[in-house]
């Protein structure tokens, strides 16, 4: 393998990131790392965890499926993580010297899948504070311009919009009324910069967790090809636990010990990677045995128990 640190991203990329909330590297990760993580998804997709769920709707032609935080017991997850550019990259394009694993995420739309996947910002459903973020999306089969992940350029910039849930646009994670509304960018989409790129295995796009997002089912011209996909959300130690929301099911609370909510300690893996002499480390948070797959609502005060750094 490379030495990951020796890796320098495409001119202009972090500028982009910062600037848009969003950017694609081309064939950032080799064949070899696209098979690696296609071993993780068929693996996952056997043995799916408590905390997965199927995404689309009963009368969908396809299949949308979805499961979270499964890098513990996927070895091919957590080699990819681990021992791939992904922890420098996340860390350069944050303006980080560190990088934290949040989650992973795995999305697989079955050929025909209709289901969209509405706008939204991802950093208010999660336990996670803080600007310095990203996460990656990385699509394991061809995505078609039309089937792909599209940004609102710039939005990143904004404020905290309300997360509804998918299904039934209900304001679970806030009260009504606590945070505006998003914006209808499908009423009129010329009236946004909206970002998007065919992907092809390789390709990743890059996002800021506050940049609006959404995606196509797949079938328009992508007809019976499914999207096998792995989203990683990596954030700085001390933006984990301090959010202003709960933590999500199958994360840890981001202290050491026992925390308050009886989670147990975090472990730290470090990877072998230097940026300007200091050590990029990517930290999991153990799967949470108990976690029935729904999100586990206002424990307000793990908030302020965990205002602090989180660096073990
Ligand atoms: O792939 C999708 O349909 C949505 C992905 C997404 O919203 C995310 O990774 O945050």
């Known amino acids: 393998m490379e030495q990951v640190s020796a890796f320098k991203l495409p001119a202009g990329t972090q500028e982009a990131f910062q600037r848009d909330g969003a950017v694609c590297v081309r064939q950032l990760f080799s064949s070899e790392e696209v098979a690696l993580l ?22 969908d032609p396809g299949w949308f499926f979805e499961d979270f935080c499964n890098w513990e017991d996927i070895d091919a997850y957590k080699a990819f993580i681990f021992e791939s550019r992904v922890g420098h990259v996340a860390a350069q394009l944050m303006g980080s010297d560190t990088a934290r694993l949040y989650h992973d995420h795995l999305l697989v739309k079955e050929a025909n899948t209709r289901q969209r996947t509405p706008w939204h910002q991802d950093q208010p459903y999660y336990n996670v504070d803080g600007r310095q973020n990203c996460s990656m999306w990385m699509p394991i089969d061809p995505v078609a311009r ?111 010990g026992r925390g308050q909510d009886g989670t147990r300690a975090v472990p730290v893996a470090l990877v072998q990677a230097l940026i300007r002499g200091a050590s990029v480390r990517m930290t999991g948070y153990l799967a949470d045995e108990e976690a029935n797959g729904r999100h586990r609502l206002c424990v307000i005060e793990e908030r302020k128990s965990r205002a602090k750094p989180l660096i073990s």
Request: glycine letters at 10%.
């Open 38 to 59: 296609e071993t993780g998804i068929e693996q996952n997709l056997r043995h799916p965890s408590p905390r997965a769920k199927v995404a689309s709707r009963p009368d």
């Open 146 to 256: 039309e089937s792909t992940l599209e940004f609102v350029a710039g939005s990143h910039l904004g404020p905290w919009l309300m997360p509804r849930s998918f299904m039934d646009s209900q304001a679970q994670w806030f009260p009504e009324g606590t945070l505006s509304d998003l914006p209808d960018i499908e009423a009129d989409r010329s009236a946004w910069n909206i970002l998007g790129w065919e992907l092809n295995p390789g390709d990743v796009v890059f996002f800021h967790m506050l940049t609006l997002h959404a995606s196509g089912g797949v079938g328009a011209t992508d007809v019976g090809v499914r999207s096998r996909c792995v989203s990683l959300v990596m954030t700085l130690p001390m933006h984990h636990g301090s959010g202003k929301h709960p933590r999500l099911p199958g994360t840890r609370s981001g202290t050491r």
